[in-house]
């Protein structure tokens, strides 16, 4: 079965990394994407790739 990546926003918040961790607990390749306005990198599991950004237009 082809792999499936799933976008997070607000990935490093506190309903956002708790589904980063069951996704990528079931498998899937997770990207966060996150301005760590009220968010915390270290609540991000360390497996998905990580995308900063300052708008809902990143250049990333
Ligand atoms: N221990 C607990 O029970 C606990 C702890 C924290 C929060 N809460 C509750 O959880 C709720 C809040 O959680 P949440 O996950 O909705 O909010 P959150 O603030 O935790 O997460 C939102 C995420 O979105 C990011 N973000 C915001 N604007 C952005 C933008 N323009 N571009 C990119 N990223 C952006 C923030 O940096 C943050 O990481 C509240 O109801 C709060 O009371 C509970």
Redesign the pocket.
């Given at each position: 079965m082809k792999q499936q990546t799933i976008l997070v926003?607000?990935?490093?918040?506190?309903?956002?990394s708790v589904c980063v961790e069951l996704l990528v607990a079931q498998g899937y390749d997770v990207i966060v994407?996150?301005?760590?306005?009220?968010?915390n990198r270290r609540a991000v599991h360390p497996k998905p790739a990580w995308c900063a950004?300052a708008?809902?237009t990143p250049a990333c």
């Open positions: 926003t607000g990935g490093a918040g506190f309903v956002g994407l996150d301005n760590l306005q009220t968010g950004a708008s809902a």
